[in-house]
Each structure stands twice: as C-alpha cells, then as structure tokens.
T-cell receptor, first 113, second 114 residues
Framework: AQSVSQHNHHVILSEAASLELGCNYS??????LFWYVQYPGQHLQLLLK??????LVKGIKGFEAEFIKSKFSFNLRKPSVQWSDTAEYFC???????????FGTGTSLTVIP | EAGVTQFPSHSVIEKGQTVTLRCDPI?????LYWYRRVMGKEIKFLLH????????ESGMPNNRFLAERTGGTYSTLKVQPAELEDSGVYFC????????????FGSGTRLTVV
C-alpha cells in the first residue's frame, strides 16, 4: 500500500525566513504528487501538483516543490514566508491506477510577524 | 462556481447516537469522495461515488458507516451508532474527472462523540 511521510509536524518561522517541508512517499509505480494547504477555518486547497515533466513545479503564492524520483521525495519550498502562510500543509499522492489519495499527517506552519 | 459544501460544520453527539453528514458537490461533478481525519493522523480515504454508484468503499471502517448518494447529486454519510473513535473531521471532495488531477474539497465537518 502507498504511504506518505511528512517529517515536520510543527514548524514555527519568522516572516521572511525560508521554508522547506519534507515529504516522502512509498510506491513503486507512477504517481501523481500534490501539496494541499488548509488555512484556518477554510477548506483544503490545492497548492501545486506534479504529474510528469519538469520535476520542479511552481504553485500559487510563491510555493514550489521538487520531485526527486530516486529519493521518493516531493519537498515543498518557499524562499520567504509571510504571516499569511500560517496554515496546515498536506502532502498527498495517488497513482494512475487508483482514484484515492494518500495523505501525510500534515505539517502545521506558524509564521510569526 | 459554488464550491463543495458540507453540513453541518460541527457536530457534537453522545456515544450511541446517530449523526448524518451531508455533502453537496460542485454541480456537474460526477465523482464524490469522503475522507476522514482523526486527530493528529493523516487524512484517510473512506469511499468514492461515481454518480449514484459506489465505485470504491474500501476505506469505510465498519458497518456503522453508511454512505448514500441518491440521484447522483448530494451525498450523506450516516454514523449509527456513533462511537468515541469516530470523532474527527470528515471531508468531502468532488471532481469532474476520475480525480487523478486533484479534487475540490469542502471545509469539512468536525464530529465530536462524547
């Protein structure tokens, strides 16, 4: 079965600091990779996704993620965080043959002004 | 377009009672999914509807959970009788295609069983 590991459960940063959230997955086949974000009181929103092609994908609000196939990783990055990035971030994968997503446990990010 | 709507946003019930959660997907989305997040754990798949048919219900925890989608529009998820371990946030999502390219999620229903 597929699984997703997010290494950081809680991250606290000051504004303008750089962010990197780790995500590793286990699956031997072709996968699609996603990062979702849930801002306080809001629904889960798609931040970015990777299907194929350029392993460096750019999403909304200045976020990007890099797919490293050899490491089964899809880490999320942002060069300079803002207070408004305070949210919970979820890494997720699904396979071309399946219709369900496998999520990590989430990383709670708090950005201090 | 209107998003995925879930009712209620919060529900507190006693152990042994029945609760029904509702999800209204985006209009025209044939695919509807239910997921659940127990506190501190990952968001887990419960089931997937294509129109009114259950495509995959492999994630349903036990027979106390019943999901329906009559007419292929909104869906309900009933828990009867509720147990303490059923507490968590129940997410609904919908997609036009088979979901490989991502879903649109609702805000979730936070269920607390006391």
């Amino acid at each position: 079965a597929q699984s997703v590991s997010q290494h950081n459960h809680h991250v606290i940063l000051s504004e303008a600091a750089s962010l990197e959230l780790g995500c590793n997955y286990s699956y031997g086949g072709t996968v699609n990779l996603f990062w979702y974000v849930q801002y306080p009181g809001q629904h889960l929103q798609l931040l970015l996704k990777y299907f194929s092609g350029d392993p460096l994908v750019k999403g909304i609000k200045g976020f990007e993620a890099e797919f490293i196939k050899s490491k089964f990783s899809f880490n999320l990055r942002k060069p300079s965080v803002q207070w408004s990035d305070t949210a919970e971030y979820f890494c997720a994968v699904n396979s071309w043959t399946g219709n369900q997503f496998y999520f990590g446990t989430g990383t709670s990010l708090t950005v201090i002004p | 377009e209107a998003g995925v709507t879930q009712f209620p946003s919060h529900s507190v019930i006693e152990k042994g009672q029945t609760v029904t959660l509702r999800c209204d997907p985006i209009s025209g989305h044939d695919n509807l999914y239910w997921y659940r997040r127990v506190m501190g754990k990952e968001i887990k798949f419960l089931l997937h509807f294509v129109k009114e048919s259950k495509q995959d219900e492999s994630g349903m925890p036990n027979n106390r959970f019943l999901a329906e989608r009559t007419g292929g529009t909104y869906s309900t998820l009933k828990v009867q009788p509720a147990e303490l371990e059923d507490s968590g946030v129940y997410f609904c999502a919908s997609s036009q295609d088979n979901g490989n390219y991502g879903y649109t999620f609702g805000s979730g229903t936070r269920l607390t069983v006391v």
